[in-house]
């Protein structure tokens, strides 16, 4: 199959290399998403060619939401307190929604993380309509649409979602923590999911009566590593003058 994938400026090598060595013409196109999706649109529309979105499409929220069977069938069918996850364009909140409704939990909170420089849902919810952020900005690519998905929006106030925000330099803290913990490696977005645990963040959101104070069976989705490594990792540390102690969950 001819594919072109369009990605913007700020992409990682590693995640472009990973793209060319599937046999994908890759095309590089402005410095947000946003930018590189109109140009996406615009070849798919003038070549004739099929355009697949990232984020914004029913098919992508149906496959994600197997996700939720798959942790049906982990927990023997254990009812979760509370999800956690960050939030980009929004797919990944479209179907943890619909499989937690496919199985019962649509009472199941969803505490949804963006860093402060890509706080599109976040601002979306304080402004009470969809927003469209201005700019992106931070560590946090993978998370950095200016707009997220009517779907996703729509969601908000039909499931109980809690919009929260961290800092790059929390995002990184826990990602570091995370190393120490689990010999993984994570992007900065899964950071951000991450720092809820880290940082007490998910603490003060029981302590603050947003959660239940029996919260105890906490899921926290972490996904997304093919562009990190220790030397990344390190160089965020310094940038961030973290002189780490570690913190267990």
């Not at 004739?48 to 927990?75: Q, Y």
């Not at 939030?87 to 499989?99: A, F, I, K, P, T």
Request: charged fraction near 25%; glycine fraction near 8%; hydrophobic fraction near 40%.
């Amino acid at each position: 199959m001819d594919t072109v994938v369009v990605v913007p400026k700020t992409t990682p090598k590693t995640a472009c290399d990973l793209i060319r060595s599937e046999g994908a013409r890759l095309e590089v196109h402005g410095s947000t998403f946003d930018d590189a999706c109109k140009v996406a649109q615009e070849m798919a529309k003038s070549d004739n060619r099929g355009f697949v979105p990232p984020f914004d499409h029913p098919v992508l929220w149906d496959g994600i939401s197997i996700m939720v069977d798959e942790i049906f069938v982990d927990l023997d069918g254990v009812k979760p307190d509370v999800f956690l996850i960050s939030v980009g364009g929004g797919s990944m909140l479209c179907g943890l929604v619909e499989g937690c409704r496919r199985h019962g939990w649509g009472d199941v909170p969803i505490v949804a993380v963006e860093t402060e420089g890509t706080r599109s849902f976040n601002a979306s919810v304080e402004a009470g309509h969809l927003v469209t952020l201005p700019s992106i900005d931070g560590l946090a690519k993978t998370l950095g649409v200016k707009r997220v998905c009517q779907q996703a929006w729509s969601y908000y106030g039909k499931h109980p979602i809690i919009s929260v925000v961290c800092t790059d330099k929390e995002a990184v803290d826990a990602c570091i923590d995370f190393v120490d913990d689990h010999r993984c490696l994570v992007e900065v977005s899964c950071g951000a999911t991450l720092s809820l645990l880290y940082t007490g963040i998910l603490k003060k959101l029981v302590h603050d009566g947003k959660l239940k104070r029996s919260t105890r069976n906490v899921v926290a989705i972490v996904c997304g590593g093919n562009a990190v490594s220790m030397k990344l990792i390190n160089h965020w540390k310094a940038d961030f003058d973290l002189t780490h102690t570690h913190r267990c969950l």
